[in-house]
């Protein structure tokens, strides 16, 4: 059982950086993948950001890449999410996910979920 524990949400201003982080990939560990997603009222949840645990190939949605980071911690439990240069279009709760085995974008083939963290951008 893979249990996904987040943390590292909050407000910040536009401009500014948050990291996000989450435990409990460590199960995952050989062929899986860590991933990060986000969803606003009403909208479907979208991927941001993946890493497949046995090439660590990471992959970024268009309206992130360059500005947000999706790394793991040395024991590969923990996955981050580096943010910066955060916009106001970046609110939204973010999710943690796992997936075993394999790595794919769409948020229905991830198993396992993390409980959510709130992100709000704002002046």
């Known amino acids: 059982q893979v249990r996904l524990t987040e943390s590292g949400g909050g407000s910040v201003q536009p401009g500014g950086s948050l990291r996000l982080s989450c435990e409990g990939f460590a199960s995952i560990e050989g062929n899986g993948c860590m991933a990060w997603f986000r969803q606003t009222s009403g909208k479907e949840r979208e991927q941001v950001a993946r890493?497949?645990?046995?090439?660590?190939?990471?992959y970024y949605h268009a309206s992130v890449k360059g500005r947000f980071t999706i790394s793991r911690g040395d024991t590969k439990n923990t996955a981050y999410l580096q943010m910066n240069w955060l916009t106001p279009a970046d609110s939204a709760v973010y999710y943690c996910?796992?997936?075993?085995?394999?790595?794919?974008?769409?948020?229905?083939?991830?198993?396992?979920w993390g409980q959510g963290t709130q992100v709000v951008v704002s002046s």
């Open positions: 996910a796992a997936r075993v085995p394999g790595c794919t974008s769409r948020a229905q083939d991830f198993d396992y």
């Open positions: 890493l497949y645990t046995v090439t660590d190939n990471k």
